[in-house]
RNA sequence: GUCCCGGUAGCUCAGUUGGAUAGAGCAGCGGACUUCUAAUCCGCAGGUCGUGCGUUCGAAUCGCACCCGGGAUGCCA
């Protein structure tokens, strides 16, 4: 593969000269290089010699002379000598101007270093997780966003990415809220139209009316206790246990293809499943109708997958369940209960099995909540255990990860909750940050029409909560702050779009100025503030795969926000329209050019949206 | 009890494979607008990297013990 990363060329002159001084070493030394971290000491350095110097039992500084005396990278660099080498062992490298502009040029040619992968592998990633009935609250956001950006990640190497939401569509719950609306039906009492609040306020209401315990201990706190309200209460417990008893009755109903029943689900499902894609489409993710695979869709293949693991010996029975031993965990997977129902991780290992064996995953993304890190440990081990997460004929079983993630905090670092302690409403959360943008842009952009500046607020909003929750480490919490996700300086999403309005400003310009951008220009390197851009431009390639690789979205964040900050010092230090000669100008455009490119390629990446003007 | 995750500047966070003097942003202080969009840039100040011991030429990073916070923990999903 070509590469235009100083880090990987030079690791490759490195590991080469290592092998040749010390054949005994071979190819496999790491020339571990790594940029400096002062400039004084030049570009980049290799720490090779020091742990080299343990494995052959030398002087780490007489290592350091041996691989220099091996090496030529005069082609890109100033050649090695003796007062490359400082410190312990440290060897110092200056890459030479005429070589980064060469790379730069290298990079612009090849789709900014990133084309399609040779090969390209199947992953899946199972992302939003949103259930019936019940709206997408902030508890959704993390799934969604974090698990499309890593999709589009995947999307962005080359590889084939199927995104799946595992839509929460089966089970007591909902047939509870099934049952609630064949009731209003029966009495003709169900609307013609109904929403996705509708559905919440009969989700809650069934979940109220089935709960006896709790409904009696309001009734307790309310009116304290005596025998007379002993009665009343054994009577609300008993009015409770007829309730869920018809639940029960509309869940079996249900499972066995009742088509009235059927007809009520599928009307919950679709009400809330509009809506859903409605906000996913909002959040500027690529979640569509086709990626739901619902728990309902594997209803059919559970008791297949249980009968399959108690046939081969994979599940044995404990307590009248059958669970799945899994090494190196004390709690087995439990997938059939003593009552013969099935559970969740059921559910889980027929997904793996058709995500692995029939749509060919070599690597499956979990998107959900870290609270569930001890689940997948044992479903993953379950469905490794049982074979379903080898391909048919492959000797190896694929991937399976959970890209775990933290909760998000309110200001007083408690999860995230309204005043009155329900879960925010993602469709709130979106409008107050717009509404916050649109503040802003009304004092900033006056001479845009009402129209622009709505669009230009929608974006700025929507980038900016993304933002704040991709740029955080995936496994951590953070606190939720729209002051500090709207503002405009530091480490922010709107910080990102202005920079690139700001580049996209300046081509207007140029061109209303009549200045021709002309992409083969000579690109020259020479003022400090160009080349950090430059060194900063040519890390785009590694960052994305490494992003894409730990699946680490805010490995991509960081850098982006490096670029855009390299970029904002330039363009307060060099003038580009006005630069002082023709060639110098020249050269700035392709620099600038290419860095709106890696730019944009990398908010595409991480699928925020983007403005011309703000 | 056991297991998992976290603890870095007043606040919010980065820190890649163990490397030279631990970095950003915000807030604070001081500068830069006859502009290529100042929604920006530059400078100053701010640290016992939870604590201790160990491994190492070298530890925020690896190991052990402990402290603090959060979470999970067999028949809900």
């Given at each position: ?9 030079l ?11 010390y ?20 570009d ?27 090496i ?19 060897i ?15 990079l ?33 956001l ?17 590889h ?11 089970g ?21 139209r ?10 809650k ?70 809506e ?9 993710t ?14 059919e ?13 994979v ?47 070599d ?36 991937h ?15 999860p ?31 001479d ?21 929750d ?14 500090r ?6 480490n ?11 580049i ?51 490995r ?45 390629d990398?908010?595409?990446t ?9």
């Open positions: 593969m070509q590469t235009f990363d100083p880090i990987e060329i690791g490759a002159r490195f590991r080469e000269g290592i092998a040749r001084a054949p005994q070493v071979g190819m496999d030394a790491d020339p571990l290089i790594s940029a400096s971290r002062q400039a004084q000491f030049g980049f350095q290799s720490n090779a010699a020091m742990p080299l110097g343990k494995r052959v039992g030398a002087n780490p500084r007489e290592v350091a002379r041996a691989i220099v005396a091996q030529d990278v005069s082609d890109i660099a100033e050649p090695l000598t003796e007062r490359s080498i400082a410190g312990p062992g440290f110092n490298v200056r890459l030479q101007p005429k070589a980064l502009a060469t790379l730069l040029d290298g612009d040619h090849t789709e900014v270093g990133l084309p399609a992968a040779e090969h390209p592998m199947t992953v899946v990633v199972d992302l939003c997780g949103v259930n019936l009935a019940k709206q997408m609250h902030v508890g959704h993390r799934a969604t966003i974090i698990g499309d950006t890593i999709a589009r990640l995947y999307e962005r190497l080359g084939r990415v199927v995104r799946q939401s595992h839509v929460g569509d089966w007591l719950p909902i047939a509870m809220v099934t049952a609630k609306l064949l009731d209003l039906e029966a009495r003709g009492e169900l609307p013609a109904l929403d996705l609040d509708d559905l919440n306020r009969l989700y209401l069934a979940q109220a009316e089935c709960a006896g315990e709790q409904r009696a201990l309001a009734f307790v706190r309310r009116f304290g206790s005596n025998a007379k309200i002993e009665a009343e209460l054994s009577e609300i417990d008993a009015e409770a246990d007829e309730h869920l008893a018809h639940a029960k009755r509309v869940l079996v109903a249900l499972q066995s293809g009742d088509a009235k029943v059927r007809a009520v689900w599928q009307r919950i499902y679709d009400v809330t499943m509009r859903c894609l409605r906000m996913c489409a909002r959040l500027h690529l979640i569509t109708d086709e990626h739901s695979a619902g728990e309902s869709t594997y209803a293949e559970l008791a297949g997958v249980v009968a399959d693991l108690a046939a081969r010996g599940a044995e029975e404990s307590d009248g369940a059958l669970v799945v031993r899994v090494e190196g965990i004390e709690e087995p997977c439990l997938v059939r209960k003593s009552d013969g129902g099935f559970l969740y991780a059921t559910t889980d290992l027929a997904a793996i099995r058709r995500r692995v064996q029939q749509i060919g995953a690597l499956v993304v979990y998107c959900v909540d870290a609270r569930q890190s001890l689940h997948f440990k044992q479903v993953f081990g379950a469905a490794t255990r049982a074979g379903y997460a080898t391909k048919l004929g492959a000797t190896e079983p694929s399976l990860k959970h890209a775990a993630f933290g909760t998000i905090l309110g200001e007083d670092g408690r995230f909750k309204t005043r009155s302690g329900e879960s925010v409403k993602l469709a709130d959360l979106l409008d107050e940050a717009v509404s916050r943008a649109r503040a802003e842009v009304e004092q900033r952009s006056i845009l029409s009402d129209a622009e500046r709505q669009e230009i607020a929608e974006a700025v909003g929507i980038a900016a909560i993304k933002y704040a991709l740029s955080n480490d995936r496994v951590k919490d953070y606190v939720f702050n729209f002051d996700m709207l503002a405009f300086e530091g922010t999403g709107p910080y990102l779009l202005y920079a690139l309005v700001r996209r400003s300046l081509f207007r310009k140029a061109e209303a100025e009549g200045i021709p951008f002309d992409p083969h220009a000579a690109i020259s390197i020479e003022q400090p503030e160009e080349k950090a851009l430059a060194l900063e431009l040519l890390r785009y390639p590694k960052t994305v795969r490494s992003a894409a690789e730990a699946l680490e979205p805010h991509l964040c960081g850098y982006l926000y490096e670029v855009c900050a390299a970029y904002s010092t330039f363009y307060d230090r060099c003038h580009v329209l006005k630069a002082e000669s023709e060639p110098v100008r020249a050269s700035r455009l392709r620099l600038v050019e290419l860095t709106g490119r890696v730019l944009a990398g908010l595409q991480l699928g925020l949206p983007t403005v011309e003007r703000m």
